[in-house]
């Protein structure tokens, strides 16, 4: 009886093993362009108030994935809970405060502080040094710092520059492109020389737009103690001088350069608000390789709103997001079926991408599933829409497909079968090319997973102009008929990494960003 009891098992288990990826591409036919399209007119809504990470319509949107993954029988892929949490981060200003020779000076009206450079305390200083436009550019000359001592002492100066240097170079404030006449340069270049605080004389006063009181939401707490840094009238500037007078930019650009008697106050108190954000996470366990894992993700997440507009997000990325579910209710319906995967598969939506990729990051440094029994993942960022700028006749019948020639020789061979099998669409490596301009390889959550060295497949439609990043990104603008399809294929694509024998390859060497 034992005997038959073990042979009995043995036939199952060979049973189970002997399942291909034929046996799931057959229920691609869940992933639908209905489907697809009510899922997204729920994502995509104005209730969701555009999913901007760690606010409510964030988390509306991630409850309703969530919602999603109980009801196609997905168990919870953190434990006991669908979501991955993580810290996310917030400073306000609640207090805030400037004098000058015992005058006080109103918010707005004559001065502000950046939230990313100042820092809290009540700071006095007796007298400030006036350094012209605060500049040190050595390829020109340029060094408004000659014989002035400034260190551990408030340094007062002009934004802009005499010789028209532009305040920002092209490239913007990044690197080497940075010029010494931007605010952040000349901040920095007051750092070095040792001062204890910088005010910017600025014409832009009374402001006409209310400087916010809550900043950026970052995720890494900020070690740097900051530096004591406002914006001022030339009202403060004037008094700081000792003039009876109100002078203008012309006059105070004209004033000797050194030190000047001025009774300066700043009081500023600056507190960290802990938000909170979070990855969605479903799976479907696998049979003889469940220790083995192969995750499908996007971004859940968008720009939110700005007053009363709502960024959608449609494209970006409401169709990355309901295709991760669409695939996942086709995989469910198959596992109902007593056709399971023979690899774990991991759903992951994640936020805070549009941010730097944070929930991913998070993910990928907080790894719930081993990422070296990670097979691979197939990331979706945008394929519901027609790339603008692709004014060729197959505009309607393809897909780029970025990281195929990374990390793994497996990836071309399987994805270019599983597209002759489903939906033969023209897969577009261009975003591949070294020389992209674009550097979408960097760009998504997929490169939280190769820079670990998990091989990725990265699906998208290319769009960078139109309604990228606008308002305008809505759910009548996308073509589910091409969508579907795209879908489709990439389901095909899970199916045969999900059953094949072995894990992929990884065997070329990853590719890591020029700075």
């Avoid at 270049?189 to 400087?211: C, E, W, Y």
């Amino acid at each position: 009886m034992k005997k038959l009891i073990w042979i009995f098992l043995l036939l199952v288990s060979n049973l189970v093993i002997a399942q291909t990826a034929e046996d799931l591409t057959k229920f691609g036919t869940v992933i639908t362009q209905l489907g697809l399209k009510e899922k997204l007119s729920i994502v995509a809504s104005a209730e969701m108030e555009g999913r901007e990470t760690a606010t409510p319509g964030q988390k509306k949107a991630a409850a309703y994935i969530e919602a999603q993954f109980k009801k196609m029988g997905l168990k919870p892929g953190n434990g006991d809970s669908y979501q991955q949490l993580y810290p996310v981060y917030m400073d306000a200003i609640s207090e805030k405060k400037l004098s000058v020779n015992g005058r006080s000076f109103e918010w707005d009206k004559d001065f502000s502080f950046s939230l990313q450079s100042i820092s809290n305390g009540d700071f006095k200083f007796s007298n400030a040094v006036f350094a012209g436009y605060g500049i040190v550019d050595s390829s020109k000359g340029i060094n408004d710092y000659a014989n002035l001592d400034v260190k551990g002492k408030l340094v007062v100066i002009l934004e802009g520059s005499a010789t028209g240097i532009p305040a920002m170079a092209a490239g913007g404030n990044r690197g080497m492109n940075m010029s010494p006449s931007s605010s952040i340069a000349k901040m920095r270049t007051a750092m070095a020389k040792g001062a204890a605080a910088l005010f910017v004389i600025s014409a832009d006063f009374p402001r006409k737009v209310a400087t916010p009181l809550k900043g950026n939401m970052y995720v890494k707490p900020n070690s740097n103690p900051g530096f004591t840094m406002a914006n001022v009238s030339v009202e403060i500037a004037s008094a700081m001088t000792g003039s009876t007078k109100v002078l203008s930019i012309a006059d105070l650009a004209g004033i000797a350069k050194g030190v000047y008697t001025a009774a300066t106050n700043v009081v500023a108190n600056k507190v960290t608000e802990n938000l909170e954000s979070s990855n969605v996470i479903g799976i479907i366990p696998g049979t003889d390789k469940k220790d083995e894992y192969l995750f499908l993700t996007s971004h859940y997440d968008h720009l939110g709103k700005r007053g009363d507009v709502i960024y959608y997000g449609a494209d970006d990325d409401g169709s990355g997001t309901v295709s991760v579910m669409q695939i996942a209710e086709a995989f469910a319906a198959a596992a109902k079926k007593g056709k399971h995967p023979r690899r774990t598969l991991v759903f992951m939506t994640v936020s805070g991408e549009e941010k730097g990729l944070w929930g991913s990051e998070y993910y990928s440094e907080h790894p719930i599933f081993p990422l070296d029994k990670t097979t691979v993942d197939l990331n979706i960022d945008m394929v519901g829409r027609v790339d603008t700028e692709r004014l060729t006749a197959d505009s309607l019948n393809y897909v780029y497909v970025i990281g195929h020639d990374k990390l793994s020789t497996d990836l071309p061979i399987i994805n270019e079968a599983a597209n002759k099998a489903s939906s033969n669409i023209i897969l577009d490596y261009k975003f591949d090319d070294p020389n992209d301009k674009n550097r979408i390889y960097y760009r998504s959550d997929h490169y939280n997973f190769a820079r670990k060295g998990v091989p990725v497949l990265f699906y998208y439609d290319g769009m960078l102009q139109s309604d990228y990043h606008k308002p305008t990104d809505t759910i009548e603008k996308i073509n589910f008929d091409l969508m579907q399809r795209r879908v489709l294929m990439i389901y095909y694509t899970a199916c045969e990494m999900a059953q094949r024998e072995n894990m992929l390859k990884r065997d070329l060497k990853l590719t890591m960003p020029s700075r």
